[in-house]
């Protein structure tokens, strides 16, 4: 059981460039979720989705987009990669909201 | 507006000792109080976690005391262990299924 898996681990893009971060689980979790965590700051919400085909904007989503065609996969889009996107990026799910979200390991991306 | 305070942002505990981590929130829509241990290069992981109908959980050396009209909770380590040095995050949730709102994080450093 991986639990929620994350790829890649590391990247390096340079501004202007975009990439999808990718995010499967293999829970069948209904919820699944985008964070973004930079040094200082504590982990902030850029998407989320209840389900396959259902996702919504979280705190921090300019730049950003997502899909949810699939239960088990959850993709981050980055368009038009800025410095200000420089961050590690967390995917969590849950098997609904009231249960314990688990988190992948994580990308760290940095934008020069 | 920084919807969850955590203090303090690091912390020196001798081995053996009681290792305390406070948090404060405004929304009283909150409704889960969950407290993460993440580790270099790990994605964070549910440590303890609390509803406010109770005061106080307790998990082998882990306590959250909750406390509801200060709109406060905190999380206790006791007997502290070098295996213990991690980043400690709480967190809050609210009706709905917009994730988690994280505090910044403290630095929790065990001395031998």
């Known amino acids: 059981n991986a639990g929620v898996t994350q790829t890649p681990k590391f990247r390096i893009l340079k501004i202007g460039q975009s990439m999808t971060l990718q995010c499967t689980q293999d829970?069948?979790?209904?919820?699944m979720y985008w964070y973004r965590q930079d040094p200082g700051m504590g982990l902030k919400l850029i998407y989320y989705?209840?389900?396959?085909?259902?996702?919504d904007k979280g705190e921090v989503p300019n730049g950003y987009n997502v899909s949810r065609s699939t239960t088990e996969d959850f993709p981050l889009r980055l368009e038009l990669a800025a410095p200000s996107q420089t961050s590690v990026y967390f995917c969590?799910?849950?098997?609904?909201?009231?249960?314990?979200?688990?988190f992948g390991q994580g990308t760290r991306l940095t934008v020069v | 507006q920084q919807q969850v305070k955590q203090s303090p942002q690091s912390l020196i505990v001798q081995k053996g000792g009681i290792s305390i981590i406070n948090c404060a929130y405004e929304?009283?829509?909150?409704?889960?109080f969950p407290w993460y241990q993440q580790f270099p290069g790990k994605g964070p992981a549910l440590l303890i976690a609390?509803?406010?109908?109770?005061s106080e959980k307790k998990e082998g050396r882990f306590t959250i005391s909750f406390n509801k009209s200060a709109k406060q909770f905190s999380l206790h380590i006791m007997d502290s262990q070098p295996g213990d040095s991690a980043t400690y995050f709480c967190a809050a949730r609210k009706g709905g299924a917009d994730g988690l709102t994280f505090g910044k994080g403290t630095h929790l450093i065990i001395q031998p």
């Open positions: 929304n009283t829509a909150f409704d889960y």
């Open positions: 969590a799910s849950t098997l609904d909201r009231d249960t314990e979200a688990f």
């Open positions: 829970m069948n979790h209904n919820y």
């Open positions: 989705s209840v389900g396959a085909g259902i996702t």
């Open positions: 609390i509803r406010p109908d109770v």
